[in-house]
Protein backbone atom coordinates (compact mmCIF):
# COMPACT_ATOMS: atom_id res chain seq x y z
CA UNK A 1 0.00 0.00 0.00
CA UNK A 2 1.48 3.21 -1.33
CA UNK A 3 0.64 5.51 1.72
CA UNK A 4 0.51 9.95 1.29
CA UNK A 5 1.19 11.60 5.28
CA UNK A 6 0.19 15.31 4.52
CA UNK A 7 0.33 18.25 7.13
CA UNK A 8 -2.44 20.88 7.19
CA UNK A 9 -2.23 24.22 7.82
CA UNK A 10 1.37 25.04 5.97
CA UNK A 11 1.31 28.69 6.78
CA UNK A 12 -0.51 28.91 9.73
CA UNK A 13 2.81 30.41 11.88
CA UNK A 14 6.59 29.84 11.79
CA UNK A 15 6.39 27.78 14.58
CA UNK A 16 4.03 25.28 12.63
CA UNK A 17 6.21 26.10 9.02
CA UNK A 18 9.36 24.69 10.85
CA UNK A 19 7.91 21.54 12.10
CA UNK A 20 6.54 20.44 8.94
CA UNK A 21 9.83 21.33 6.73
CA UNK A 22 11.70 19.69 9.86
CA UNK A 23 9.70 16.72 9.39
CA UNK A 24 10.09 16.75 5.88
CA UNK A 25 13.49 16.86 6.19
CA UNK A 26 13.29 13.46 8.18
CA UNK A 27 10.95 11.93 5.33
CA UNK A 28 8.54 11.85 7.58
CA UNK A 29 5.99 14.03 6.11
CA UNK A 30 5.68 14.00 2.01
CA UNK A 31 2.94 15.86 1.41
CA UNK A 32 1.37 19.54 2.76
CA UNK A 33 -2.00 21.93 2.80
CA UNK A 34 -1.17 25.61 2.67
CA UNK A 35 -3.54 27.80 4.19
CA UNK A 36 -3.23 30.96 2.00
CA UNK A 37 -4.64 33.54 4.48
CA UNK A 38 -2.36 32.41 7.50
CA UNK A 39 -0.10 34.44 9.13
CA UNK A 40 3.12 32.96 7.95
CA UNK A 41 2.35 31.93 4.36
CA UNK A 42 4.82 34.25 3.37
CA UNK A 43 7.13 33.09 5.13
CA UNK A 44 6.27 29.49 4.13
CA UNK A 45 6.76 29.49 0.32
CA UNK A 46 9.99 30.53 -0.13
CA UNK A 47 11.33 27.19 1.41
CA UNK A 48 8.90 24.81 -0.51
CA UNK A 49 10.90 24.60 -3.34
CA UNK A 50 13.58 22.72 -1.05
CA UNK A 51 11.71 20.08 -1.17
CA UNK A 52 10.82 18.64 -4.76
CA UNK A 53 9.77 15.16 -4.09
CA UNK A 54 7.25 16.88 -1.73
CA UNK A 55 3.72 17.56 -2.97
CA UNK A 56 2.33 21.33 -2.06
CA UNK A 57 -1.22 21.61 -2.09
CA UNK A 58 -4.08 24.29 -1.17
CA UNK A 59 -6.01 24.02 2.07
CA UNK A 60 -9.30 25.80 1.22
CA UNK A 61 -10.58 27.94 4.46
CA UNK A 62 -13.98 28.73 5.11
CA UNK A 63 -13.80 28.73 8.96
CA UNK A 64 -11.26 31.22 9.99
CA UNK A 65 -9.36 34.17 9.27
CA UNK A 66 -9.90 36.71 7.04
CA UNK A 67 -11.51 36.15 3.96
CA UNK A 68 -9.14 36.77 1.13
CA UNK A 69 -11.57 37.90 -1.37
CA UNK A 70 -14.67 39.29 1.30
CA UNK A 71 -17.18 40.01 -1.33
CA UNK A 72 -20.79 41.26 -0.22
CA UNK A 73 -22.10 37.17 -1.11
CA UNK A 74 -19.71 36.01 1.02
CA UNK A 75 -21.11 37.79 4.11
CA UNK A 76 -23.30 35.20 5.66
CA UNK A 77 -20.47 33.60 6.90
CA UNK A 78 -17.97 36.39 8.50
CA UNK A 79 -17.86 39.06 10.99
CA UNK A 80 -17.74 42.62 11.33
CA UNK A 81 -13.85 42.61 10.38
CA UNK A 82 -14.20 40.43 7.25
CA UNK A 83 -13.04 37.05 9.17
CA UNK A 84 -15.00 33.42 8.47
CA UNK A 85 -17.19 32.86 11.64
CA UNK A 86 -15.97 28.79 12.65
CA UNK A 87 -18.25 26.58 11.35
CA UNK A 88 -21.22 28.89 10.90
CA UNK A 89 -21.09 27.01 6.88
CA UNK A 90 -22.49 23.92 8.51
CA UNK A 91 -25.49 26.07 10.61
CA UNK A 92 -27.07 28.03 7.33
CA UNK A 93 -28.76 27.42 4.07
CA UNK A 94 -25.87 27.54 1.29
CA UNK A 95 -27.42 29.82 -1.47
CA UNK A 96 -26.61 29.78 -4.63
CA UNK A 97 -25.20 33.40 -3.93
CA UNK A 98 -23.13 32.30 -0.96
CA UNK A 99 -21.93 29.10 -3.60
CA UNK A 100 -20.77 32.22 -6.06
CA UNK A 101 -19.22 33.87 -3.22
CA UNK A 102 -17.25 30.58 -1.98
CA UNK A 103 -16.02 30.12 -5.75
CA UNK A 104 -14.39 33.09 -5.91
CA UNK A 105 -12.91 33.13 -2.68
CA UNK A 106 -11.49 29.43 -3.14
CA UNK A 107 -10.16 30.72 -6.55
CA UNK A 108 -8.50 34.00 -4.42
CA UNK A 109 -6.85 31.65 -2.24
CA UNK A 110 -5.66 29.10 -5.06
CA UNK A 111 -4.71 32.04 -7.16
CA UNK A 112 -2.69 33.57 -3.93
CA UNK A 113 -0.60 30.17 -3.83
CA UNK A 114 0.21 30.68 -7.38
CA UNK A 115 1.35 33.92 -7.56
CA UNK A 116 3.63 32.58 -4.20
CA UNK A 117 5.17 30.65 -6.99
CA UNK A 118 3.59 27.37 -5.91
CA UNK A 119 1.95 25.09 -8.43
CA UNK A 120 -0.85 23.58 -6.54
CA UNK A 121 -0.69 19.68 -6.75
CA UNK A 122 -4.14 18.71 -5.05
CA UNK A 123 -7.01 20.55 -2.57
CA UNK A 124 -8.27 19.50 0.84
CA UNK A 125 -9.82 22.23 3.41
CA UNK A 126 -9.80 23.65 6.61
CA UNK A 127 -12.14 22.09 9.00
CA UNK A 128 -13.05 19.77 5.89
CA UNK A 129 -15.51 21.94 4.61
CA UNK A 130 -15.08 20.75 1.19
CA UNK A 131 -16.54 17.98 2.07
CA UNK A 132 -20.11 19.20 2.43
CA UNK A 133 -22.29 17.83 -0.17
CA UNK A 134 -23.85 21.36 -1.48
CA UNK A 135 -20.07 22.56 -1.79
CA UNK A 136 -19.56 19.83 -4.45
CA UNK A 137 -20.00 21.59 -7.44
CA UNK A 138 -18.08 24.55 -6.39
CA UNK A 139 -15.53 22.21 -5.70
CA UNK A 140 -15.40 20.50 -9.33
CA UNK A 141 -16.07 23.92 -10.45
CA UNK A 142 -12.67 25.47 -8.97
CA UNK A 143 -10.83 22.61 -9.67
CA UNK A 144 -11.62 22.21 -13.52
CA UNK A 145 -10.61 26.31 -13.64
CA UNK A 146 -7.13 25.56 -12.14
CA UNK A 147 -6.69 22.11 -13.90
CA UNK A 148 -6.57 20.32 -10.10
CA UNK A 149 -7.61 16.98 -10.73
CA UNK A 150 -6.48 15.18 -7.20
CA UNK A 151 -8.22 16.01 -3.79
CA UNK A 152 -8.60 14.72 -0.31
CA UNK A 153 -11.89 12.12 0.06
CA UNK A 154 -13.88 12.82 3.50
CA UNK A 155 -13.08 9.91 6.25
CA UNK A 156 -13.28 6.48 5.65
CA UNK A 157 -11.69 4.89 8.49
CA UNK A 158 -14.07 4.21 11.71
CA UNK A 159 -13.49 3.00 15.06
CA UNK A 160 -16.13 0.59 16.55
CA UNK A 161 -19.27 2.11 17.59
CA UNK A 162 -19.62 4.99 14.81
CA UNK A 163 -22.90 5.48 13.16
CA UNK A 164 -23.87 3.51 10.19
CA UNK A 165 -25.58 6.04 9.02
CA UNK A 166 -22.29 8.33 8.97
CA UNK A 167 -19.94 5.89 7.25
CA UNK A 168 -22.86 5.63 4.51
CA UNK A 169 -23.05 9.50 3.81
CA UNK A 170 -19.23 9.34 4.05
CA UNK A 171 -19.34 6.29 1.33
CA UNK A 172 -21.71 8.55 -0.88
CA UNK A 173 -19.91 11.95 -0.77
CA UNK A 174 -16.36 9.77 -1.78
CA UNK A 175 -18.74 7.94 -4.56
CA UNK A 176 -19.78 11.21 -5.60
CA UNK A 177 -16.31 12.34 -5.58
CA UNK A 178 -15.13 10.20 -7.46
CA UNK A 179 -17.47 8.68 -10.55
CA UNK A 180 -19.11 11.87 -10.94
CA UNK A 181 -16.81 14.76 -10.23
CA UNK A 182 -14.04 12.55 -11.48
CA UNK A 183 -11.43 13.57 -9.19
CA UNK A 184 -8.49 11.16 -8.63
CA UNK A 185 -8.19 10.35 -4.44
CA UNK A 186 -6.48 7.76 -2.37
CA UNK A 187 -8.87 5.00 -1.40
CA UNK A 188 -9.11 5.81 1.96
CA UNK A 189 -8.24 8.65 4.33
CA UNK A 190 -7.91 9.76 8.11
CA UNK A 191 -5.84 11.66 10.78
CA UNK A 192 -2.97 9.17 11.64
CA UNK A 193 -3.74 8.61 15.27
CA UNK A 194 -7.37 6.40 14.30
CA UNK A 195 -5.02 5.04 11.51
CA UNK A 196 -2.69 3.50 14.30
CA UNK A 197 -5.86 2.40 15.92
CA UNK A 198 -6.94 0.34 13.24
CA UNK A 199 -4.08 0.43 10.64
CA UNK A 200 -3.93 -3.33 10.44
CA UNK A 201 -7.49 -3.91 9.40
CA UNK A 202 -7.52 -0.88 6.56
CA UNK A 203 -4.00 -2.27 5.40
CA UNK A 204 -5.83 -5.65 3.48
CA UNK A 205 -8.35 -3.38 1.71
CA UNK A 206 -6.83 -0.91 -0.12
CA UNK A 207 -3.98 0.36 -2.36
CA UNK A 208 -3.39 4.10 -1.42
CA UNK A 209 -4.34 6.12 2.01
CA UNK A 210 -3.79 9.52 3.10
CA UNK A 211 -2.63 10.27 6.83
CA UNK A 212 -3.01 13.75 7.99
CA UNK A 213 -1.04 15.53 10.54
CA UNK A 214 -0.56 18.87 12.45
CA UNK A 215 3.22 19.21 13.51
CA UNK A 216 3.79 21.86 15.40
CA UNK A 217 -0.24 22.61 16.44
CA UNK A 218 -0.74 22.69 20.43
CA UNK A 219 -0.62 18.83 21.65
CA UNK A 220 0.71 17.32 18.20
CA UNK A 221 3.99 16.23 20.26
CA UNK A 222 3.05 12.71 20.95
CA UNK A 223 1.67 12.78 16.80
CA UNK A 224 5.06 13.83 15.76
CA UNK A 225 7.00 11.18 17.95
CA UNK A 226 4.21 8.39 16.88
CA UNK A 227 4.87 9.43 13.72
CA UNK A 228 8.64 9.24 13.86
CA UNK A 229 8.69 6.24 15.06
CA UNK A 230 6.14 4.49 12.46
CA UNK A 231 7.80 5.56 9.81
CA UNK A 232 11.36 3.91 10.77
CA UNK A 233 9.91 1.04 11.56
CA UNK A 234 6.87 0.64 9.21
CA UNK A 235 6.80 -2.47 7.01
CA UNK A 236 8.05 -3.03 3.19
CA UNK A 237 4.11 -3.30 2.17
CA UNK A 238 4.06 -0.08 3.26
CA UNK A 239 5.28 2.48 0.33
CA UNK A 240 5.66 6.27 1.31
CA UNK A 241 4.67 8.78 -1.66
CA UNK A 242 3.33 12.30 -2.58
CA UNK A 243 0.39 13.36 -4.47
CA UNK A 244 2.76 14.18 -7.22
CA UNK A 245 3.02 10.16 -7.38
CA UNK A 246 -1.08 9.44 -7.12
Known amino acids: MVVIINADDL???????????RLMEEGAVTSATMLTNGAAVEHA??????????SFGVHLNLTEF????PTPGL????????CFRGNHIREIAITQELKAAIFQEWCAQ??????????????????????LPALLPVLGKVAKKYGIPKVRISRNIFLPGEPFTLKMKKAAYNTSLRYLAGFTTTDLFSGFDMFLQTGNGVRRRAKSIELMVHPGAQGSEQETSQLLHWVGSRGHDLRLISYKDL
Not at 11 to 21: H, K, L
Not at 46 to 53: A, E, K
Not at 75 to 82: K, M, N
Not at 112 to 131: A, E, Q, W
Open 66 to 69: QAVA
Open 45 to 54: APQVSRFPQA
Open 110 to 131: IEKVIGLGIRPSHLDSHHHTHT
Open 75 to 82: SAILDEAG
Open 11 to 21: GISREVNDAIF
